[in-house]
Structure formats: structure tokens, C-alpha cells
């Protein structure tokens, strides 16, 4: 086997990523889903070391995003939701790919696709070049479909969420009523997604069911800070390395870089590097209709698109968009329900502004709703009137609040944390001699497993009963695997391909037979230095949390 | 208020049902789905407290069931799969509720529930009384079902899966060959499924989609069980005191026995009383056809099904079926692709066995899967022929694995743990003059908000200051509250209501300037006794760890 490291950008990267698949599926990170069935293309399962780096990437996002912030509470919404959620978000409308079909092979194809993709029928050619009689272009909306209910009829037709951010939407006055919260707060959810994707690629990737892991983050509208704060900090003049800034004078603008440095940093403490990680600010015509500024955080995967000088130039994690009060607006239109908030400070603010302030500020807040409006297709007499309600409205301290939203991809995240772990390297074997081993580099917050527990040998009773006692004292503080198979240099390498950080070794010393003072202590081999350390039992739990966290 | 609780069972449970849903609401557990649509039926959603209970619920479940077994490993396997798995399960052809339609009023009916549905057009009239013409009933099957791929055509139907099993069947040898396992050693896997119930009912326990929590515990056929061990232990044989009992001679009535136990004491450490809990042995008329055995772990709800002296008799929570070698044989049969397993000591010991043994032993597992082959609809003939070529097999160390299957529901757990928590009783208000409350009486590992810090007052900055260290000391650890708005006694109520069982009041003693002995210790109050502890703020993360674990 050569060395191949994807440290080293000179190596062919469909050979890296066709070692990286193999070892997901030899070591039960990723299967194919249904495999034994010929599997279903876009659909894949996780075997028992996927679930768990899966489990603790969800995890950590959790408490990072969550527990320890006083300004995010969580939600669990169903995937199955009241259609009319996705007329309001537009989903129904234009969430699609333009399709054509072919009258003679009587396949659908991707309309921007044709000239890259083979004939069924005579795959030498590819569907734009082949003679079949094509229709016109027609959407094919990438929403699942079902129905609810004992009727299969339109009215009961129902969409599998092809993301979580609207059940976000859906429920924000719900859980603001409950959650003692106040703008600016967030609602953080994490949840399976679907998407009827017409070509799923690159492995997990672009796949049709897929977790995501989504924060609303609801704020002021800038004309209310600037009424509270009496102006709105530009980004750069916040400071990102204060962990308790004063946001009172943040508009959509600081927020958005906050939110950025934040989640860029998240992704450095799981061990993306910072070289692997781009940051992407979408240019105007790539933003979403309802986006005032998206950035994109692109890792290098080991495949996707390259730059003129045949970089790559990284792939999507993580989305995060300043959305405006967009959702919240089209919800509030197509359910009656208010989606306002009553902002004290707004109101206690506006009595004491200048009138010209007022009016500045009154007038700035109506022409963005009334562009709110015209967007969503309201006749221009009833947008004006419904804008001038807002803005009336606005003086006494109501808005919609605007939305940053860091959409991540649960998969995505764990696709990149193996590409970023898989490493080639040689270890020394048995007799001292060096042999190849595969390693997963992973950040030991990350691995799926902390820990292993080996007896020196299997048949020495002593041994195995310290092994075993030292496993169960590991156990229940992080997740531990017991190996007595074979020889200690196999055992090292099948933790290295796994990921594992430690491994501790029960040998003779630790019973006492050749020193009395390494009686009750054990060998710890870290994974990446393969250095050992000699550690009491005693303190060991406490040695291994520290670098375990 | 009147006071009301659910420990008398005087107490009507409609009116203390009522009382709950209103909590749930109103306090951010669980919301409807879509609720600013009209809601959508059968469909629920959990906000901030709801999440975190049902988050620990989950994780109490994967560490019981996955980290702190050498047997069992998980999996995370897709929603939608291959249709075939649910032909080979029996759920295309058998997973159905018969239905009639109405040919006045259109409705479509649950053929058994005619007598108890009103008439849409004459609701004073059941749809049995009504004059409306019915057709014959009609299968209608419970699956969702969609299509995958850009053509909506019968050969793209996918369905949601109604279960979590078939995935884990689907991926056994994957697993096996993956995980370092051999049998007997079990496959855990939490997720959601869907149900088109036709009368979703009783707040979430039956809804359309729902969270599961399954075990798929692979085990030796009693025949491969007996040529081993020599014999088949008895279910009163076997020691459940045992943590580490010997399972040589385990056979699947053994194991059923062990899993029902294993799976009571884990109900009853989360704080459900053994009073509560019922294990049903299903009778042999109510069996599933594949199922062996059926014991279902009931929960007394203030809902559900009386028994003739009007008792509630329970509603199932959990059902560990003894499901044979039905499920692998079905996939194997289907799918073309083995689904035997090798047993060297199987293999070894039958070489050991006397001729009249073997041939006992091989006469019976023939017979067994000859029933199988016929209950499957295999001609005769070809039956006789597999049974024969499997019986062979079984005597050179191979055999399909049997399973035990603890399948536990998330959202039932989560309803029953609310249920039985709920409580009224009276507190002191800020005067010392008994209040009514409302008390959650969660058992600490459960609960949504381990602990909430408090400042006594919110407008001395010492104390707010001294308050936030101590959330941000205890935050990493657990799940934490602050909360400095209104008077102290109504912050208890809030977190009583909440279910949090610590709460942390930082004071003018925390200051010191009371008494300097008392400077830097904390009052703890616990929910239920109401007992205020001083403690060290040193020594608070260890006191609270040790209670809420």
C-alpha cells in the first residue's frame, strides 16, 4: 500500500476518496442503505462507529448552540407538517429543477443537464446529442410527497420538510410564549430532512435524506436598534473576542459576522483545520430571493469543484443566511396569525427620539415592508396600506423580527471530519519493524470511541480480570471498547483505523510482577504520537476526561 | 384550583388529563404540529422543555442499551429504503386496516369503529346507522407512502418506515461483519417512523409519526443452544441478579425473561413505580404471526382501556417480542443474500454430540424451518428441500440467529414520564400562607432543567454578578436556568411547574455580609421536600452531580 495523505494535495484525490469509502463501509462508519437489496440511490445508514460520531457531532452542536447560551432554546418538529407551511415558505412554488422527458426512452432528465448525461439507450451518446423528441423544460418540484389520512386525494396531499428551518417559523410565537425569551434569542433544531434530489453525488454528501442541524436566530430590525441604540454598529466595529458583547447597537449586519466567527470556530474546535475551511460570501445573483447575504463555511473535501488552477475550492457545510423578516411575514400572511413582537424598549425608545429621527426611521421601516409586500405579489394599493400599518404599527413598538440562520449539515459534518481524519502513515509492528497503518485523526471530542481497554493476553485470568475492572470504571464516563483478539500491535492498529485516541494496556506491571511500584498502573498509547504513558488506575479517569474534552 | 393528584385514584383522569395537555402547552413540552395552520392531525411537536426530556430519555436509552453492554452496537439507518423490505417484512401486504367508503357522504370508514363514528352529515347518527350505501371493506394500508426519483410511477413507490426493526434486519450481516460481534449480541437503533393511523388519538401516544427506541437481540436457536450447553435452562433457571450471568445455555425463553426484566428496571430507574408498570403476557390468539412470545411493559396512563371493575388496566409503553427467525429467513428469502451465521462452537460441539442427539436435534430444527418455509407460502416440495439444505447446514455450524426485540416508544415514555410526575399539592407563598402549585415531579436524570440559579434580587449588581459565575460553574455540567424576574417565590413555582429539581439561591449570606462563615455557599432548595440545603459554591457542582445522576 503507498502512503497517501490527505495532508499532501499531490495526491490524486478519487484515490483518497475511494480509500476513505472503503474504510467506512470495512469499519461500519457508512453502509449503503438497503444494500442487500441493491440499495436505493441517495440513501445511506450509519453503522455502530457512524452512530456514535454522529451522536456526538449532534452533541456538541447541541451544547454549544443551546445549553451554553442564554439566548437559544430548542424545538422538535415534525418532519410530516401542514402543507400550507411550504406554499408560505415557497417550497410548493419553486423548489424545483427544470426536467425534460424523453418521448422515446421515455427517461426524465435534468434540463441543465443534458449534455453530461449518457443515453439509457445508447449510453456512447449523451441525452442532449440523441435523437429522441424531448419536451419542453417543466419544474419537477424536489419535495417527497404523500398523503395523510385514508384519501388519497390533492387535499390531503402532505411534503416531507425538505429542511427544518420552517417548523422554526411555524412555531416562533408558540415557543416565544413559553420560553421567557426576548429578541434577540434563537430556536435551534436538529432533524432529518428530505429532498427528491434528481442526481445525489459524492458519496453522503448530496444524499436524499440527510440531518440538519438549524438555529433561528430572531433579531431587531435595523431601524429598531438604531431607535433603541440611537445608531447600528457597522461589523467591523464589534468585537468578536468579547464572550459577553453589548448587543444593543447590532443590526443584521454585525450579527451576520458574529454568527460566522462563530460557527467558524466551532468547526476549528472539532479539529477542521482553519486552511481546509473557506469562507464564502455569496455575490448578489447567487442569494436566495428572501437573503439579504448568505455566507457559505466550504471544507475541502477530497472531491467537488476546482478553481482555474485546478484547486479545489471547497465544498458546503454549513449555509448562513441573513434572511430578513421574509418566513415570518409569509407565515404571518398565509395563517392570519400575527408573527409580531412588542419590544419595550422600542416603544420607551421612540417617545424620547426627535421627530425627524421619527420620522426618518418611520419612513425607512414602511419602504422595507412595503418591498416585503410588492415581493410577495400583494396589489400595489393593499402592499402600500399594509405597509403603512407596519410602519404605524413600528411607533408603538411591534415588528417582525429579521433571522439569521447557520443551517449545518449533520452528514456533511461527518463526511468532512472523516475526509480531514483519514491519514496513511507506518507504525512499528510486533518485531519493531515498520508496517503501513491507516489512522483517523479525529479530535478525541469527535471520535467514536474514546477509549479501548486490552488485556496484554488473553490467557493469563489476572490479566483479563484488571482489564475487565478498568473497563468498567471507564464506562460510564465516555465510551469504551473492550479488545482481548489477537496480538497488542493488530489490536493498536484496527483502534487506529477506527479513530480511537487511547488505548490503555493491563500488562505484568500492572499486576505487580516486575516492579511493585507500577503495581495498579497501566500503559496509555495515544493514537497520533503513538507515545505511552504510564498512569495510575486510580487517577486514570480523571487523565483521560482532560484530553478527552 | 382544586387540588388534584394522580397518586388518588378517586381523582376523575379526564379532568387530570386535561390538566397535563394544558401544562404541556403552556410550559413548552409538546405543541400541536403546524398549530398556526389549524394544526395537522396525528402530528405533534416539542418545544424547549419537550426536547430536553425527550433528548434524555434517548440518551438514558443508548447508554443503557449500547454503552454499558458488550453485546450491542447501533445503527442509523435511513427512513425511507428499499420497498422490497417491506414485501419480505409483510407490511405491503399485510399492514392494513379495512375500510369502507360511503357513497352519500364520501367518507371513508375504519370498518370495526362504524358504530362509534358519527355521520359527517348527520353527526347525530353513527356512520352504521346512517342510510348513506357502503361498499365491502377494503384493505387500507397504514404505510406513508412517496415516490423516489424524478417519475412518479409504481416502480418508484418508497414508503416511510412504519418500524426501525426492518432497517436492523436489513443491515444484520453489514453489522456483523463489521463490528466484532457473534451471537449472541444485539443491534440498537433509535429514530423515527410513521404511521397513517386513520384515528390518530390520546395526545401523542398514537400519532402518525413517532419516535422508536428498538433492540434487535440476536440469539442461538434453542437446537444450536442445546448442542452446546447440553441442555436448555428453564426461564426459572436463570439468575437475574446476576450482572454478568453465564448465557450458555440461555434458549429465547431465557432471554425473553431476561429482556422483560432488564427493560423493568430500567422503567422504574427513570422514576416510574413498579405500581404503574404492568407486564403483559400477550395471549396466544393476540400474537403477531411471526411472533413466538409477546410481553408488553404497560403504563397506567389517566387514559386508555378499564378492566370490569373499572381500573385502568394500562397502555403499552414497550413490547419485547420473541420474534423466531421469521425476519432474517423473510430477508434472506427476498433478498437472495444469506442471512446464516457461522458458530464455531456450534460446530465443535456437534461433532461431541451422540448420533440419536444429533439426529434429535437435527430432526428438530428441520421441522422448525420447514413451518417457516410453509408458513412463508413455499410449495411443499421446495420447502421440504430448503428445510433439508438448512438442516444440513445447522449441523456444520450454521443457522439463522432468533431475536428477542425490546421495542420501546420515545414519545409514550415521554408522556408517561409527564403523567406520572404530575402533581398538585400547596407550597408557601412570599407571605409564608399556604398556594396551590403545580409540581413536576420529574426524577433528576429525567428532567427537562437539572438546576436554576437565582439572584435573591435582581437589581444588586453583587449578587448578579456573584449568580452568573455560579451558572456558568455549574452550565458545562448540566442543564441550567437563569432566572433573576420576580419574586423568589414565584421563580420556585415557575421551575416546580418545569420539573427542575435543584434550585440555587445566591443571597447576602453568598456575600458574606451576613455572617462571614456563610460567604460563598448557596441555599439549595429541592422541589419536592421543599428542604433548603447550604452548600459551598466549592462543593455545589459535586453535590448536584451526584444527585442528578
Redesign the interface.
Known amino acids: 500500500m503507498a502512503q497517501v495523505t490527505n495532508k499532501d494535495a499531490s495526491v490524486p484525490t478519487a484515490d483518497l476518496m475511494d480509500r476513505i469509502v472503503s474504510l467506512c ?4 462508519f457508512i ?1 449503503q ?16 462507529l ?3 460520531l ?2 456526538n457531532i449532534k452533541m456538541l452542536w ?1 451544547h454549544a448552540m443551546t ?2 447560551r ?1 439566548d437559544v ?10 402543507p ?2 411550504w406554499k408560505a415558505s415557497g417550497h410548493v412554488d419553486t423548489f424545483s429543477d427544470p ?1 425534460v422527458d424523453c418521448k422515446k426512452c421515455k427517461g ?1 432528465f435534468r434540463a441543465d443537464q443534458l449534455a453530461e448525461t449518457p443515453c439509457p439507450l445508447k449510453p456512447s451518446k449523451t441525452v442532449a446529442e440523441c435523437d429522441g423528441e424531448k419536451t419542453e423544460p417543466r419544474p ?1 418540484n424536489l419535495m ?8 388519497e386525494s390533492e387535499e390531503n396531499v ?1 411534503y ?1 420538510r425538505p429542511e427544518t428551518a420552517q ?1 422554526i417559523f ?2 416562533f ?3 416565544l410564549e ?3 425569551q426576548k429578541v434577540p434569542f434563537g430556536i435551534a433544531q436538529i432533524g ?1 430532512a ?1 429532498r ?1 434530489e ?1 442526481t445525489p453525488r459524492n458519496y453522503t454528501f448530496r444524499s ?2 440527510f440531518e440538519q442541524m438549524e438555529l433561528e436566530f430572531f433579531i431587531r430590525p435595523d431601524e429598531a436598534v438604531e431607535a433603541i441604540a440611537g445608531r447600528v454598529l457597522e461589523p467591523d466595529e464589534i468585537d468578536l473576542t468579547d464572550p459577553r458583547p453589548d448587543t444593543t447597537a447590532w443590526g443584521w449586519k454585525a450579527w451576520l459576522k458574529y454568527w460566522v466567527a462563530q460557527r467558524m470556530r466551532w468547526y476549528e474546535s472539532l479539529g477542521l483545520p482553519r486552511a481546509k475551511l473557506v469562507e464564502y460570501w455569496q455575490k448578489p445573483d447567487e442569494l436566495a430571493h428572501y437573503a439579504k447575504a448568505c455566507v457559505d463555511i466550504l471544507f475541502k473535501f477530497p472531491f467537488g469543484k476546482r478553481d482555474a488552477s485546478g484547486e479545489l475550492i471547497g465544498e458546503e457545510l454549513e449555509g448562513i443566511a441573513a434572511r430578513s423578516d421574509f418566513d415570518l411575514s409569509q ?1 404571518q400572511r ?2 392570519g ?1 400575527p408573527m409580531t413582537v412588542f419590544d419595550e424598549e422600542l416603544k420607551n425608545a421612540w417617545g424620547k427620539l426627535a421627530p425627524d429621527k421619527q420620522s426618518a426611521l418611520r419612513s425607512r421601516y414602511r419602504q422595507s415592508r412595503l418591498d416585503y409586500y410588492l415581493k410577495a405579489g400583494e396589489p400595489p394599493e393593499k402592499a402600500r396600506a399594509l405597509a403603512d400599518a407596519d410602519a404605524e404599527a413600528f411607533t408603538k413598538g411591534y415588528y417582525i423580527p429579521h433571522v439569521i440562520e447557520p443551517s449545518a449539515g449533520v452528514d456533511r459534518l461527518a463526511l468532512a471530519l472523516i475526509c480531514n481524519a483519514y491519514d496513511e502513515d507506518t507504525a512499528p509492528d510486533e518485531h519493531g519493524n515498520p508496517e503501513p497503518r491507516v489512522v483517523l485523526r479525529f479530535q478525541p471530542r469527535v471520535a467514536p470511541v474514546k477509549v479501548a481497554v486490552f488485556p496484554l493476553l488473553k490467557n493469563r485470568p489476572a490479566l483479563v480480570q484488571k482489564a475487565r475492572e478498568v473497563y468498567e470504571l471507564l ?2 464516563h465516555m ?2 471498547f ?2 482481548d ?1 489477537g496480538a497488542i500491535g493488530r489490536r493498536y492498529r484496527r483502534q487506529d483505523e477506527a479513530g480511537t485516541p487511547y488505548c490503555v494496556t493491563i500488562d505484568f506491571e500492572t499486576l505487580g510482577e516486575k516492579a511493585p511500584e507500577l503495581r495498579d498502573t497501566v500503559t496509555v498509547r495515544e493514537r497520533d504520537s503513538m507515545r505511552q504513558d504510564r498512569v495510575k488506575i486510580s487517577e486514570l479517569v480523571g487523565y483521560l476526561l482532560e484530553k478527552i474534552r
Chains 1, 2 share one sequence.
Not at 442487500?36 to 440513501?43: K, Q
Not at 417527497?144 to 384519501?151: C, E, H, N
Request: no cysteine.
Open positions: 463501509k470495512r469499519r461500519g453502509y442503505s438497503s444494500e442487500i437489496y441493491g440499495g436505493i440511490n441517495g440513501f445511506w445508514d450509519y453503522g455502530p457512524g452512530v456514535e454522529k451522536n447541541w445549553r451554553l442564554d432554546v430548542g424545538l422538535d418538529a415534525t418532519i410530516i407538517m401542514h400550507r407551511i426536467m426524465r419537477f417527497f410527497k404523500t398523503t395523510v389520512g385514508p384519501i402532505a416531507l417548523a411555524a412555531q410565537k408558540t415557543v413559553t420560553a421567557r432529518k428530505f427528491n434528481v436524499r435524506e407565515h398565509f395563517s396569525r464506562r460510564p465510551k469504551a473492550y479488545d483478539a
